[in-house]
């Protein structure tokens, strides 16, 4: 499974997401992170290892704590793929909106 893979796999999860939100507004520990749901402990550092596996966040070391952080650049390769996807998207809507202008108005047929 590529990291892209990973990535896109760990935000399937509404807790996973809501992890990174927190982590949007800073560093956080595990007792940081224990009101995100309503999740046991194990649950939660289940949670916090897929997101680390998919290099989504990272653990540093400090006293006795262990803060997450979200990675500054894990979203990048995500936003390239779907930037390059709504390119595709767009580049789709406008041969259809060329091939309906083209098309002869069709007649109503009550008249």
């Known amino acids: 499974m590529s990291v892209l893979d990973r990535r896109f796999a760990a935000l399937s999860d509404p807790t996973r997401r809501a992890i990174l939100e927190r982590l949007g507004q800073g560093a956080a520990t595990v007792q940081d992170l224990r009101d995100i749901a309503p999740i046991s402990q194990p649950a ?4 916090l290892k897929v997101l680390e596996a998919a290099d989504l966040i990272e ?3 400090v006293a006795q704590t262990r803060p997450r952080r979200l990675r500054p650049d894990a979203l990048d390769e995500m ?3 779907l930037a390059r996807l709504q390119t595709i998207m767009e580049g789709n809507y406008q041969r259809l909106d060329a091939l309906l ?11």
Request: aromatic share 4%; net charge negative.
């Open 59 to 61: 653990t540093s070391i």
């Open 101 to 111: 202008a083209d098309m002869p108005d069709t007649p109503d047929p009550k008249e």
């Open 44 to 47: 939660l550092s289940h949670h």
């Open 79 to 81: 936003n390239a793929w």
